[in-house]
């Protein structure tokens, strides 16, 4: 288990999503713990895998890259799934005392994590609407559960 924390709050949904044409199969943070949790101690995350934290309110949604083991883009959307901002190679670090947060420029309702190239691969830019497979008026639709 990740952190010691129960096997049930480590249990993700996935979905599609789709990054300027390019499909990615989405783990969906859409709990505090989840958003805590976050990417930190994987090892790697895979070609095509991304991680797409849901707020539950618009704002300015910081990110950190405590206990992380690689690099990553991050994109921040607002609540229409129009990007509008990102961050590029952000650098994981490992103490609380020297790691450097980010956040967007404007208030953002999601952020969607990637490996390291993500923004520059699909040529991510502010206003890129961003697709993902919704159902009826309550937001994102999950597919299958999945455990790490």
Not at 38 to 66: A, I, N, Q
Not at 103 to 130: D, H, M, Q, T, W
């Amino acid at each position: 288990m990740i952190l010691d924390i129960p096997q049930k709050w480590q249990t993700y949904t996935r979905m599609a999503l789709t990054l300027n044409g390019k499909k990615y199969n989405a783990l969906i943070a859409d709990t505090r713990i989840k958003r805590v949790i976050g990417l930190m101690h994987r090892p790697f995350l895979g070609e095509g895998e991304c991680m797409l934290f849901v707020f539950k309110r618009l704002g300015y949604h910081s990110l950190w890259m405590l206990n992380m083991h690689f690099s990553i883009d991050a994109v921040w959307l607002d609540e229409e799934m129009v990007v509008v901002d990102y961050a590029e190679r952000m650098r994981p670090c490992s103490s609380i005392f020297r790691c450097r947060t980010y956040s967007p420029s404007r208030p953002a309702l999601y952020v969607i994590e990637g490996n390291a190239g993500l923004v520059r691969r699909n040529r991510i830019r502010k206003g890129l609407r961003v697709k993902v497979r919704r159902r009826g008026k309550k937001g994102l639709s999950p597919s299958s559960p999945v455990h790490l």
